[in-house]
Nanobody, 118 residues
Framework: VQLQASGGGLVQAGGSVRLSCAAS????????MGWFRQAPGQGQHFLAS????????NYAEFVKGRFTISRDNAKNTVYLQMNRLKPEDTAVYYC????????????WGQGTQVTVSS
């Protein structure tokens, strides 16, 4: 299984970015895809997840209302739409895959940098 994240870059505060993560090597069915981020000098933080079969979502409290996770089943791709970005959103963003019955995010993408300028 490979996860390829893309879509990061430099954006001004208040702007928007959409991240993508394409999964290959596995047909997603009952899997869960998640987004995480890690800022310099900080630990990794969960942002959002989506269950592939029914599209149910889960968000960290601090991103609710600004970030939206979605999926495209045909493309085996998950997205993270991030709006009203703040400088503190600057981080490396990672997608990850939790396959059924594993109990943890077993596969990880390479990360994509998002930098929000003030």
């Amino acid at each position: 299984v490979q996860l390829q994240a893309s879509g990061g870059g430099l954006v001004q505060a208040g702007g928007s970015v959409r991240l993508s993560c394409a999964a290959s090597g596995r047909t997603l069915r009952r899997d869960t895809m998640g987004w995480f981020r890690q800022a310099p000098g900080q630990g990794q933080h969960f942002l959002a997840s989506i269950t592939w079969n029914d599209g149910s979502t889960n968000y960290a409290e601090f991103v609710k209302g600004r970030f939206t996770i979605s999926r495209d089943n045909a493309k085996n791709t998950v997205y993270l739409q991030m709006n009203r970005l703040k400088p503190e959103d600057t981080a490396v963003y990672y997608c990850a895959l939790d396959v059924p019955n594993s109990g943890y995010y077993e596969f990880w993408g390479q990360g994509t940098q998002v930098t929000v300028s003030s």
